[in-house]
């Protein structure tokens, strides 16, 4: 049961425009979310994090937005660069619990 | 400043041999995961704990054993590896609370023979 799913496992897009990821979550009962980014070899790290209570995060280029009533979050990244070519997870977390549960990913290839 | 780090890096075992991962952080942070990454399922969680001693299961744990006699380790182990087992294995760390992200290790690829 994927209660986290990243339906695209790749994108591309072209240096300098919008990149827009997507992820949808069954389980109603997520209250925090967040997007790690994760090159080759090297272990995931952190990007953005949105509260349940919000519906809007931004930091730099990056802006995270969550649609509770579709259980649905986006992460964009404008204006994209060569450096944001990555795999992308976003991850969910139940109140009171540092599990998180992590979607399968997708690719971002930015084309210079 | 060390953060997290993960031994070996790269490991290749036979059928039915025990091996062992090492997880070490700096940061005395009370929780530690272990994750393993496989292709179409992402991050899967093996195993957790909370604190030194406090130990619990994830989706993913038949086969895996853990231990956490100190709050800066958090060793996995094999019990004897399978095929499925092959796998790249990350570790992670977090204070805890509402605002903390885990932070990962480097991982370690492991390969089953």
């Known amino acids: 049961d994927q209660q986290v799913k990243q339906n695209s496992p790749s994108l591309s897009v072209q240096e300098g425009r919008i990149s827009i990821l997507n992820c949808d979550y069954t389980n109603s009962m997520f209250d925090y979310f967040l997007w790690y980014k994760k090159y080759p070899a090297e272990g995931p790290t952190f990007l953005i994090s949105i509260s349940s209570i919000k519906d809007k995060n931004e930091d730099g280029r990056f802006t995270v937005f969550l649609n509770k009533s579709a259980k649905h979050l986006s992460l964009h990244i404008v204006p994209s660069q060569p450096g944001d070519s990555a795999v992308y997870f976003c991850a969910a977390r139940r109140p009171g619990n540092e599990k998180l549960t992590f979607g399968t990913g997708t690719r971002l290839t930015i084309i210079p | 400043d060390a953060g997290i780090t993960q031994s070996p890096r790269y490991k290749i075992t036979e059928t039915g041999r025990q091996v062992t991962l090492m997880c070490h952080q700096t940061?005395?942070?009370?929780?530690m995961f272990w994750y393993r990454q496989d292709l179409g399922h992402g991050l899967r969680l093996i195993y957790y704990s909370a604190a030194a001693d406090i130990t619990d299961k994830g989706e993913v744990s038949d086969g895996y054993v853990v231990s956490r006699s100190k709050t800066e380790n958090f060793p996995l182990t094999l019990e004897s590896a399978t095929r499925s087992q092959t796998s790249v294995y990350f570790c992670?760390?977090?204070?805890?609370?509402?605002?903390?992200?885990?932070?990962f290790g480097p991982g370690t690829r492991l390969t089953v023979t």
């Open positions: 940061w005395s942070h009370s929780y």
């Open positions: 992670a760390s977090t204070k805890g609370g509402l605002a903390y992200e885990q932070y």
